[in-house]
């Protein structure tokens, strides 16, 4: 469809995205792991427990555990200890009361556990000074977690919660998808390494770090393959020797229109073509395909264009692939403290920092943003999103925000 903001053949962010999830096939690969290893991976079945959790009756409080009846204002007789991991299991008859300590085990006869601070001890007898509520103190079994209960579902990215979760249903090792292999590299007669001294028009290579530490972060094995000069035939040996260890593979640079740009001339040799440009800002010139069984992204080089793409869109896909489960981004509404400058015809991100102010967020600009500019990346918390058809934002607007990884 072509409306007053797009421009024919150039997909909209969504209609990439979707073109790109459907290309895209789910690895069947999985593999057993112990729980100490499964911090960001992502679960490859249901996962049930075969307890229930607690799976005993237990205190949550330091008390005392009495019968039903026994009410405020009378005098119980302690008869004996309860201590979390050494249970009393003894009868607990009428008029009676044991001394209970939190986590540990309530004997079937008692219902109610009193907190010390409500009640009065003489010697071995207790006076309870407010009246007790059925149930009150007591954690009942199964009341976290149902045996036979799926306590995660498959495509669940483990965190440290879940881990907890496992390890307190007994759970040992559990089965994961494999971690994909991504190989990358930068393109560009520019570049140079760190440590090299720069000539006259040459620059370091800072995609490569940026997207090693990505990829890090994304759980995945990252493979650096270094720089590629802008030469045709280096660039087609590089990817079809990726293509057969990688899951998928990043390149940087070469996807514009100079004489240099040959990404998807070479793509389109060895590979599928499946979608080049894309209405966004920055990152227009994205190239999606595919080279035998691994999917190929290449990037624009300019280095926010490698950040912001590799987060709205290889992203997603690393996760179609890597088995998650698809996620709804938590979008925020937030006030900006000035005009944002903005053309009609491209969604846009631009860089911002956000902060509560009086309980309201209030966004601002972090900088310059020319697509070479990574400074106001580093200082940003946040992408403010401007929609395609968007035009200049008044200051005091409200604008949709992203929170970025590193500010959650
Ligand atoms: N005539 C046109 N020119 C350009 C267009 C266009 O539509 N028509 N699009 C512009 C946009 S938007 C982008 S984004 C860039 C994308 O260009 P390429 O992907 O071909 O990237 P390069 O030209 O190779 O590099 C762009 C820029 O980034 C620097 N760079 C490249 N690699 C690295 C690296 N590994 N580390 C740090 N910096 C890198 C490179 O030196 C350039 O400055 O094209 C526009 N042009
Ligand atoms: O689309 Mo480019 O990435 O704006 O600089």
Not at 72 to 86: E, F, R, T, Y
Not at 104 to 116: F, H, I
Not at 273 to 301: D, M, R, S
Not at 322 to 328: F, N
């Amino acid at each position: 469809m072509t409306d007053c903001c797009s421009t024919p053949g150039v997909l909209t962010l969504e209609q990439a995205l979707t073109q790109i999830l459907q290309t895209l096939q789910q690895t069947d690969r999985y593999e057993r792991v112990s729980l100490k290893d499964s911090l960001n991976r992502i679960t490859y079945e249901d996962i049930k427990s075969s307890v229930d959790v607690p799976s005993f009756r237990n205190s949550s409080m330091d008390g005392y555990a009495i019968r039903t009846g026994d009410q405020q204002g009378h005098s119980l007789k302690v008869i004996g200890v309860s201590w979390a991991g050494k249970p009393f299991t003894k009868k607990v008859a009428k008029g009676e009361c044991i001394r209970i300590f939190t986590g540990a085990y309530v004997p079937g006869d008692c219902d109610c556990v009193v907190m010390q601070e409500n009640v009065h001890r003489t010697g071995e007898q207790i006076q309870i000074t407010q009246q007790p509520k059925h149930g009150e103190n007591i954690r009942n079994i199964g009341d976290d977690t149902k045996k036979n209960q799926a306590i995660l579902n498959k495509g669940k990215l483990l965190k440290p919660a879940d881990i907890g979760l496992l390890a307190a249903c007994g759970i040992a090792d559990i089965s994961v998808f494999k971690q994909l292999t991504v190989g990358f590299f930068s393109t560009g007669d520019e570049l140079i390494s760190i440590g090299q001294q720069a000539q006259l028009g040459q620059i370091f290579d800072s995609n490569r770090y940026t997207l090693q530490a990505l990829l890090e972060q994304a759980g995945v094995t990252p493979i650096d393959l270094g720089v590629i000069p802008d030469n045709r035939l280096a660039v087609e040996e590089a990817l079809v020797s990726a293509s057969k260890n990688c899951d998928l593979i990043i390149t940087t640079g070469g996807v514009s229109v100079g004489e240099a740009d040959f990404i998807a001339e070479v793509l389109a040799k060895i590979g599928t073509v499946n979608l080049w440009k894309i209405a966004i800002k920055p990152g227009k010139p994205l190239v999606f395909g595919t080279i035998g069984e691994a999917a190929f992204f290449g990037l624009p080089g300019n280095p926010v264009s490698v950040m912001v793409t590799f987060q709205q869109i290889v992203l997603p896909a690393l996760h179609k692939i890597m088995g998650r489960a698809p996620q709804t981004s938590v979008n925020l509404q937030a006030k900006t403290t000035e005009i944002i400058k903005k053309q009609p015809g491209r969604t846009e991100f631009q860089r911002g920092f956000v902060e509560n102010k009086d309980g309201e967020l209030l966004v601002h600009s972090t900088g310059g943003q020319g697509s070479h500019m990574l400074s106001s990346m580093s200082k940003a918390n946040c992408l403010i999103v401007l929609e395609q058809s968007a035009s200049d934002i008044e200051k005091g607007q409200y604008v949709t925000i992203q929170l970025l990884e590193n500010t959650l």
